[in-house]
């Protein structure tokens, strides 16, 4: 299996606070992304990233922010968390596009009060 | 933009029961290609099946089976013999060829098998 691991796996944090989920693999993948699940909406993109420094938006990429500086390594930050980004964040990476499917990470909860 | 449509919010059968999953997608796109994904109650997303556009023929796994029929948009996944183990939230998704960094998944379906 692609080794593939979040942190942290749950988080709490005030509304206003700047919050970071980091993403790890030990693939080598090239392409990596973060998808955030809630009830009803299955999951939606929200960044991704075909290579070291070259990310772009997804669906619901408004209030992130991500960096991916080495290959390894995709971190998403929330830049002021509020209400509406409590959610499980999911981690995802691919060979080779979306075309071939995803590995996903195992998740991290994150709640904003 | 592509979407998907997982009409069946939650499903609900006795174990030994066989139990069929919709799906539903639409895209302009004439090369795409189709994913299952299986949510158990742990939280982690397990890869079941990927299909391309150009490749209608069903498929079997064991006691898992998808149906791919392009004239009515449809990715259907049928579970026989159903088991407790099989109890998750099951996701369709959708990749488009050229627009293949933004897989859409629809809201998923929760399966509960019961003993």
């Known amino acids: 299996d692609a080794g593939i691991t979040q942190s942290p796996r749950h988080k709490v944090t005030e509304t206003g606070t700047p919050v970071t989920l980091r993403c790890h693999q030990t693939e080598n993948h090239r392409y990596m992304y973060w998808y955030r699940q809630d009830p009803g909406h299955g999951l939606r993109l929200i960044h991704y990233?075909?290579?070291?420094?070259?990310?772009d938006k997804g669906e619901v990429s408004d209030g992130y922010s991500v960096s991916r500086s080495k290959t390894e390594d995709f971190l998403l930050t929330l830049e002021s968390a509020t209400s509406s980004q409590t959610s499980v964040y999911f981690c995802?990476?691919?060979?080779?596009?979306?075309?071939?499917?995803?590995?996903f990470g195992s998740g991290t909860r994150l709640t904003v009060v | 933009a592509q979407k998907v449509t997982q009409a069946q919010t939650e499903i609900s059968v006795v174990e030994k029961e066989d139990v069929t999953l919709d799906c539903v997608y639409e895209t302009r796109d004439t090369t795409y290609y189709l994913f299952w994904y299986k949510q158990p109650p742990s939280g982690e997303l397990v890869f079941l099946i990927r299909?391309?556009?150009?490749?209608?023929q069903n498929e079997i796994s064991g006691r898992y089976s998808w149906n791919f029929q392009k004239s009515t948009s449809s990715f259907n996944f049928t579970i026989t013999a159903s088991q407790v183990v099989d109890s998750a939230v099951y996701f369709c998704?959708?990749?488009?060829?050229?627009?293949?960094?933004?897989?859409?998944f629809g809201a998923g379906t929760r399966l509960t098998v019961k003993p």
């Open positions: 995802a990476i691919s060979v080779e596009t979306g075309n071939y499917g995803y590995t």
């Open positions: 299909r391309n556009s150009f490749d209608e």
């Open positions: 990233s075909y290579g070291v420094k070259d990310t």
């Open positions: 998704a959708l990749s488009e060829a050229y627009n293949n960094n933004d897989m859409r």
